[in-house]
């Protein structure tokens, strides 16, 4: 069965695939009004998180905003079957690393660099940041149930050399590279929400206390890693721009959590200025403490 709705979708992702970037645009329109206005995708949980992280906002504004969001949402997941066929030259069109010295500076600390991300504008076009580093980029991804699609995610993101492991495979791997002094570059999406056990800390997000995934922080103090932030801006439809900031050229000076506390804060700044860019389905929110801060 996985094969056969693989088998029927696939040409159709092709066919989305090497659509001309205008007519690409105007299906991913259509997309939009079908997912809003006739699915209503997730539009209840987008609603209450919107709410949630902006009570001051009007309705009107509310509205305004889940608009938009589904709109560049469409474009983003669209953007990533553009990505079986897309150029590689078209792509560093399309996104650009704006301080392509900040990773050179980082490459000179001889150490290797966590990649910390958020759910925002184009975290699947940063599959070019391979480009622009001596580093050997590593990506993290949740793998999917049907192995063909998996198999099909696996490729679209490694095209560009970059090496993906599941999330049961990194942490091994990660140790396996340590041991073999290799140096290089791993992503991770760091502001999921996770499941509620003890190794979870509760920090600051949006003004809500909510658990946080501290994990590429603790990795990072106990491999000796640097650590960076990956601030990715749309410019326009189909163009974005990412900026390395640095979170931490030594893990191990900074106290637990603080570098977590500083991802959730650039992120959160990005938020509030662009809250259109942030994928409001996805359920941050879902644990949280109710008590004011």
Not at 31 to 55: S, W
Not at 126 to 143: F, M, P, R, V
Not at 235 to 254: C, I, N, P, T
């Amino acid at each position: 069965m996985q094969l056969l709705i693989y088998l029927l979708f696939y040409p159709l992702l092709i066919l989305i695939s090497i659509l001309p970037f205008r007519l690409f645009y105007f299906f991913s329109d259509v997309v939009y009004v079908v997912v809003y206005h006739i699915i209503g995708y997730r539009k209840k949980t987008v609603t209450e998180n919107l709410k949630l992280v902006f009570p001051n906002k009007s309705s009107k504004e509310i509205i305004y905003i889940r608009k938009k969001f589904y709109k560049h949402m469409c474009d983003m997941f669209l953007e990533m079957i553009k990505t079986i066929t897309v150029s590689k030259k078209e792509l560093n069109k399309r996104f650009v690393i704006i301080n392509p010295e900040e990773l050179i500076r980082l490459e000179k600390l001889h150490k290797s660099v966590i990649v910390m991300y958020g759910h925002y504008a184009s975290y699947e076009w940063s599959i070019i940041s391979q480009n622009y580093t001596k580093l050997q980029c590593y990506g993290i991804y949740k793998k999917i149930k049907n192995k063909y699609f998996d198999a099909l995610v696996h490729r679209i993101r490694s095209r560009y050399n970059t090496i993906l492991f599941n999330t049961k495979e990194a942490i091994p791997a990660m140790a396996r590279l340590k041991a073999k002094g290799e140096k290089y570059l791993i992503a991770f999406l760091s502001d999921q929400s996770p499941k509620i056990h003890r190794t979870n800390e509760w920090l600051d997000f949006m003004g809500i206390n909510v658990p946080c995934s501290v994990g590429a922080e603790m990795l990072a103090k106990k491999l000796d890693y640097s650590v960076a932030y990956l601030k990715i801006n749309k410019v326009k439809r189909g163009h974005y721009e990412g900026e390395f900031v640095s979170l931490a050229d030594d893990a191990q000076e900074f106290e637990n959590y603080k570098i977590t506390e500083k991802f959730n804060n650039i992120l959160a700044s990005q938020i509030k200025a662009a809250p259109e860019y942030y994928l409001w389905t996805h359920k941050r929110w879902k644990h949280r403490d109710e008590t004011p801060m």
